[in-house]
């Protein structure tokens, strides 16, 4: 392979610096560096190149109605539940009285929306139970305590 083909090969193993690409914000020696996948100034200059070929990075604007619910817990769904708030093979979570909270976002989100806000939870240090996305609607289970925190980094990243 090219010195280009195996630093697109490491990037894709790495889309936050092709995020950053995307945004203008990369140090191209560095970032060589840190791919570790040829002469440093080649792979820099790769890195250029692709970086002119990619769209600019631009914020969403997404539009969607955020709530916290609180109580929610694990159960073993032997298939669908009903009345579930977000379900990920046979684990379904509901409002049962449990000891983590769910963040409800309802409006214009997708599978990329879960992406920008599972990366503004962890950039907040809130972790993350489980979460899904589907159909104008996504999920995320955090602790109890972490749910105020939760419900901003949702705000946020939407």
Do not use: I, K, Q
């Given at each position: 392979m090219t010195v280009a083909a195996d630093t697109r090969e490491a990037l894709r193993r790495r889309p936050f610096l092709e995020t950053a690409l995307r945004a203008g914000?990369?140090?191209?020696?560095?970032?060589?560096?840190?791919?570790?996948?040829?002469?440093?100034e080649a792979v820099a200059a790769a890195l250029r190149r692709y970086a002119e070929e990619l769209e600019d990075y631009e914020e969403s604007d997404r539009?969607?109605?955020?709530?916290?619910?609180?109580?929610?817990g694990p159960v073993d769904a032997g298939g669908e539940t009903a009345d579930a708030l977000l379900q990920v093979g046979e684990t379904a979570f509901t409002a049962d009285g449990g000891d983590y909270?769910?963040?409800?976002?309802d409006g214009d989100v997708d599978a990329s929306a879960l992406?920008?806000?599972?990366?503004?939870?962890?950039?907040?240090?809130?972790?993350?139970?489980?979460?899904?996305?589907?159909?104008?609607?996504l999920a995320v289970v955090v602790g109890r305590r972490a749910g105020a925190n939760a419900v901003r980094a949702v705000e946020d990243a939407l």
């Open positions: 914000v990369v140090n191209y020696t560095a970032a060589a560096r840190f791919l570790d996948v040829g002469e440093t539009r969607a109605s955020v709530s916290m619910r609180s109580g929610v909270t769910a963040v409800v976002a992406v920008d806000v599972l990366g503004r939870l962890r950039t907040a240090d809130v972790a993350v139970e489980a979460a899904a996305a589907a159909e104008g609607t």
